[in-house]
């Protein structure tokens, strides 16, 4: 059973398929492709309604539901990378793609420990070379997501992520949130059936910048002893590294106003919170993956922090929109805050 994990909700539940024991493997498959942040700009305007008739019918062909979520959001930045250069330059001037260097990547389970509460905390550790860096859970609009397939694990109910604090990034006029060098993402594991050992494996599809941008697949799969209650060190900073509720980072208050637009709705956002630092920007997440979500632009005035984004539905039209459901991330020099919801 494949399951695409929803890091808006970051939660899955995980069909049972049995139990059997399962050594650490990794396998990387490189899907190469010669990318440049710049070009994202295009697909953000055929997002909101405003595409070709060529458009139009390309992504009807990669809009079939059999498509995974991943690979049709890989397709449709490679089309509109297409449809651009196509607009810009001629057939000799196209480029063939670079090889990816050796050793850019390496992923590693790391096994953890079994909590008092049963679930049992692991982590991935993703090491880069220098000057690399990977995406956090929303990149923004020139980043690739991670994505994660829980391909044949055993006694698996749930998955949860704890995302360490992401830096963010500017890069030819782009603004990505990423981690650089290394990170070790923490993953709590609920299992089905307390007090056995727990198989998971599954499948990474994340991307990797320095120069370029290169889509990688990642394949692991590790066996988590219950037996094991020694917590890793590695995923425990990981831990302590985590953006802070709002509860504990003095957040007052967050209310949302909203005005329908052509296309979908705009969003403000008023967080009375003390700064997070310089440089302090406000990520919006929607529990719907399909709605997209414009870079919102933020200031500050004192104790409040204000942030404007729009979302457009897949209709391409105003829609209902569930405040409790919206996620907010203030990211600044000093520290990140996680907020859940807003008010009216």
Known sequence: ?????????????????????????????????????????????????????????????????????????????????????????????????????DGVIKLTVLPGWRTPGGSHMAGLRIQLKPGWKTYWRAPGDAGIPPRFDWRGSKNIARVKFHWPRPSVDYSTGMRTIVYKNQVVIPIEFSPRHKGKSLNVKGRVDLGVCKDICIPVSLDFSSTLPASATKPDPAIRNAL?????????????????????????????????????????????????????????????????????????????????????KIRFTVIGSKSAVDIQGCTG
């Open 240 to 324: 302590k590294s985590r953006p802070i509720l709002a509860r504990n980072a003095g957040v007052k208050s967050v209310s949302c106003s909203i005005e329908p637009i052509s296309d979908g709705l705009r969003l403000t956002a008023t967080i009375k919170m003390p700064s997070t630092g310089k440089g302090e920007i406000v990520v919006v997440e929607m529990s719907d993956q399909n709605i997209w979500v414009a870079e919102a632009s933020s200031k500050r005035s004192g104790q409040t922090l204000t942030a404007t984004t729009e979302l457009v539905s897949p209709s391409n039209a105003p829609f209902m929109l569930e405040r409790s």
């Open 1 to 101: 059973m494949i399951t695409n994990i929803n890091h808006a909700s970051l939660e899955t539940r995980i069909p049972h398929s049995g139990h059997c024991n399962q050594q650490f493997s990794t396998k990387i498959n490189i899907f190469r492709r010669h990318f440049h942040n710049s070009k994202m700009g295009y697909w953000r305007q055929m997002r909101k309604g405003k595409k070709s008739n060529l458009a139009n019918n390309l992504l009807k062909v990669i809009s079939h539901p059999g498509q995974s979520t991943y690979i049709s959001g890989m397709i449709k930045q490679f089309l509109s990378f297409c449809l651009l250069v196509l607009a810009t330059v001629s057939a000799s001037q196209a480029q063939s793609s670079p090889a990816i260097p």
